[in-house]
């Protein structure tokens, strides 16, 4: 079947756009699963991305990006097998998160653009030749107005998927900075690779577009490969 991949910053609105396509696909009679990507829970990788974020090894600029990005790469590679049999069975794949992730995150630790690019080439090579991770049929970056990402990430994001920290703060979500250094890698990844594709949820205001509007965007490009 179909794997399709939701990218985006922190507190983009991946979740509810997953959910909301998860919904329009079960109304079509197509059966769906749907991964998270790093999977906290999981055993070693999981646990190991969990410190990191914590700031165990570490701040953002302390713990070499090579690395991080192992561990990311790491987790998918063990969840790989799982992915390959939803595929087989026909079912429809749905991934918050998965390489242009590591991707975006790691490369935005990187200050020069040749760096950059080493490393991205490296991720790609690491993760889709020698873990041999299934490809996406389909990655979406939600491009979101910034004072969007600034709101949910200062308003302070709570729930079960946030036990991993243990009641401290995520360093990847600690800097604003950070956040659209993040952006800008997906938007340059964007303008060579064709296997990411953005879409733009403004509104013509400016502002973050509803959900539903977004949701139909999404549905569109799917619809435009003829994926869905």
Not at 72 to 81: L, P, V
Not at 172 to 182: A, Y
Request: proline share 4%; aromatic share 10%; net charge neutral.
């Amino acid at each position: 079947m179909k794997l399709f991949v939701i990218e985006g910053v922190d507190g983009s609105g991946k979740s509810t756009q997953i959910k909301l396509l998860t919904e329009y696909l079960r109304k079509k009679g197509i059966e769906t699963e749907f991964l998270h990507f790093p999977r906290m829970d999981a055993p070693y990788f999981g646990e190991l991305i969990a410190r990191f974020l914590r700031g165990e090894f570490g701040s953002l600029d302390q713990v070499d990006p090579y690395l991080v990005a192992l561990l990311y790469a790491g987790d998918r590679k063990d969840a790989a097998s799982m992915i390959r049999k939803w595929l087989d069975n026909k079912k429809i794949v749905l991934l918050d998160r998965y390489t242009y992730s590591n991707i975006a995150y790691q490369c935005a630790k990187i200050a020069d653009e040749a760096s950059q690019d080493k490393l991205m080439e490296w991720i790609l090579r690491l993760e889709f030749e020698h873990f041999a991770i299934p490809k996406p049929d389909l990655n979406i970056f939600l491009d979101v107005p910034f004072s969007f990402t600034e709101k949910k990430l200062l308003s302070g994001r709570s729930g079960a998927d946030r036990n991993y920290l243990n009641g401290t703060k995520d360093i990847h979500e600690e800097s604003l900075n950070f956040q659209k250094k993040v952006r800008d890698i997906y938007i340059k990844v964007s303008r060579s690779d064709l296997r990411l594709e953005v879409v733009d949820c403004r509104g013509s205001n400016g502002l973050m577009l509803p959900p539903g509007e977004i949701s139909s965007l999404i549905i569109n490009r799917m619809s435009d490969r003829k994926l869905i």
